[in-house]
């Protein structure tokens, strides 16, 4: 049973020094490029070992804005990336990016809220 809960945020930014410097100097977050993708930065809100919470919070990736209307996205754990984005649609929501792999981690996908809400799903390994 997974808990449908917020697992992971992004942050979009135009200049992504000044948005690490300012959520590192405020929050004191760790905020590093990712090894092995292209303009995205992990942000650990709370310590991690090996990739597992050592304690309560929700950990993030700080990324290039793709466009200017691009928000900042939250990330909600289910069971099933393809059970869900059926749920979704049948509910009156709409996928808006498919089931995508994150090699060695799990899959996501891009959906809308009946309001046009945007939302991501996530499938852990």
Same mark, same amino acid.
């Given at each position: +049973?997974?808990?449908? @809960?917020?697992?992971?945020? #992004? ?9 690490? $410097?300012? *959520? /590192? =100097?405020?929050?004191?977050?760790? %905020?590093? =490029? +990712?090894?092995?993708?292209?303009? *995205?930065? /992990? %942000? #650990? ?6 990739? $597992? ?5 929700? $950990?993030?990736?700080? +990324? ?6 691009? $928000?900042?996205? @939250? *990330?909600?754990?289910?069971? /099933?990336?393809?059970? *869900? /984005? =059926? ?11 498919? =089931?995508? #792999? ?24």
């Amino acid at each position: +049973m997974v808990d449908h @809960t917020i697992v992971h945020f #992004e942050i979009p930014a135009d200049d992504i020094e000044k948005l690490r $410097n300012f *959520y /590192s =100097k405020l929050f004191g977050w760790k %905020i590093e =490029k +990712m090894q092995g993708f292209e303009e *995205y930065w /992990s %942000i #650990e809100t709370v310590p991690v070992d090996k990739g $597992n919470l050592l304690r309560p919070g929700v $950990n993030g990736g700080l +990324m290039k804005k793709q466009n200017p209307e691009h $928000n900042p996205v @939250t *990330y909600i754990a289910v069971e /099933s990336v393809d059970e *869900y /984005s =059926k749920k979704i649609e049948h509910l009156g929501g709409k996928i808006t990016v498919p =089931k995508q #792999e994150i090699p060695g981690i799990g899959w996501w996908a891009f959906a809308l809220d009946p309001e046009g809400n945007l939302f991501g799903i996530f499938e852990s390994r």
